[in-house]
């Protein structure tokens, strides 16, 4: 089982939905989790922190559910600026990231 | 806005040949990070480094592998001998401490090992 897993996508979706992106993690022991943003050929940019009584900041919303090791995010109100990979990322006890693969969204006029 | 910077942007090097990717930090900042992702593929961790000795490695970061921080500003990646599938782009964070949540991405070095 891969460590963190998400859908790839692409998700194409037309601008001002919703779009809810999953990931789910395989180990228990994992202490911090995050969304990262990455646009094309340029570095991850922290989106948000994932807390476990889940967080929001603006349009963007996260939730973390330990017991099912499963974190989501959810985009209301999309703007064509939010076309992007958008990571998942784990930190386990000694801190160090593990990513997923990311879920590539596309936002359409 | 202090930024983590990364030179070069881009390196194109023969197999074989020896490459140092160096980064500078946020000035700050005590925790340094290399990652690298190939290109299509998700992100890697590689090394974390703090008070000038590595705290955690990868099963990537093999004997090839070195870092450095060989003043009060550079972080520096040494790749020995680069092979076809080293080409990736590597990018370089930085973070006050490991308790701190945010680490910040330097843009990046994309290297092409023909």
């Known amino acids: 089982r891969k460590e963190v897993e998400q859908d790839p996508g692409p998700f194409n979706v037309p601008e001002g939905a919703t779009v809810a992106f999953n990931c789910t993690y395989s180990n228990s022991a994992s202490q911090s989790f995050f969304w990262y943003r990455q646009d094309c050929r340029k570095e991850p940019k922290l989106l948000m922190s994932?807390?476990?009584?889940?967080n929001e900041d603006g349009r963007f919303t996260a939730q973390l559910n330990r017991a099912s090791q499963y974190i989501s995010l959810l985009i209301r109100d999309s703007k064509l600026s939010d076309s992007a990979t958008y990571l998942c990322?784990?930190?386990?006890?000694?801190?160090?990231?593990?990513w997923g693969a990311g879920t590539k969204l596309i936002i359409k006029p | 806005e202090p930024e983590v910077t990364q030179t070069p942007s881009h390196q194109v090097t023969q197999m074989g040949q020896e490459v140092i990717l160096r980064c500078v930090p946020i000035s700050n900042h005590l925790y340094f990070y290399w990652y690298r992702q190939i290109l299509g593929q998700k992100v890697e961790f590689l090394v974390s480094f703090y008070n000038n000795e590595i705290s955690e490695k990868s099963e990537i970061f093999d004997d090839q592998f070195s870092v450095e921080r060989p003043d009060g500003s550079n972080f520096t990646l040494k790749i020995r001998s680069t092979k076809l599938e080293d080409s990736a782009m590597y990018f370089c964070?930085?973070?006050?401490?490991?308790?701190?949540?945010?680490?910040?991405f330097g843009p990046g070095t994309r290297l092409l090992v023909l």
């Open positions: 990322v784990v930190a386990g006890s000694n801190y160090q990231l593990i």
């Open positions: 964070a930085s973070n006050i401490g490991l308790a701190e949540e945010t680490q910040y």
């Open positions: 994932v807390y476990s009584s889940g």
